[in-house]
């Protein structure tokens, strides 16, 4: 059974971060989109999706992340994963995402990265 996907917003700066646990899929399309939605997030120059916690992203999780993109280049803001586990990072370099999002093995790279 899937684990039920939570997000926590954290702010570091004009940097907000996404806590992400549990499975990223299409059923995650309303609370990313909330989480998205947050006056504090609306105001931050870049996002930082967090997958620490043992999280897994499904194929139409994929999807909810290039829609995030989307929204976000329509606002000027810059995106970026932190800590996916190796399936992950393999599948986001195959499909081309890592040209547009940068994937990082740990936070502070991430961060660092901005």
Do not use: C
Request: net charge negative; proline share 2%.
């Amino acid at each position: 059974m899937r684990a039920n996907s939570e997000i926590s917003i954290r702010h570091e700066g004009k940097i907000a971060i996404f806590d992400i646990t549990g499975y990223l899929t299409d059923a995650s399309e309303p609370m990313l989109s909330k989480a998205y939605a947050d006056d504090e997030v609306q105001d931050a120059e870049k996002v930082l999706l967090n997958f620490e916690q043992r999280s897994f992203i499904t194929s139409s999780g994929f999807g909810e992340i290039i829609r995030l993109l989307w929204k976000m280049r329509e606002r000027g803001q810059a995106l970026r994963v932190a800590h996916p586990s190796t399936q992950v990072r393999n599948i986001f370099n195959t499909i081309g995402l890592t040209q547009s999002i940068g994937v990082f093995e740990s936070e502070e790279a991430a961060l660092e990265d901005f």
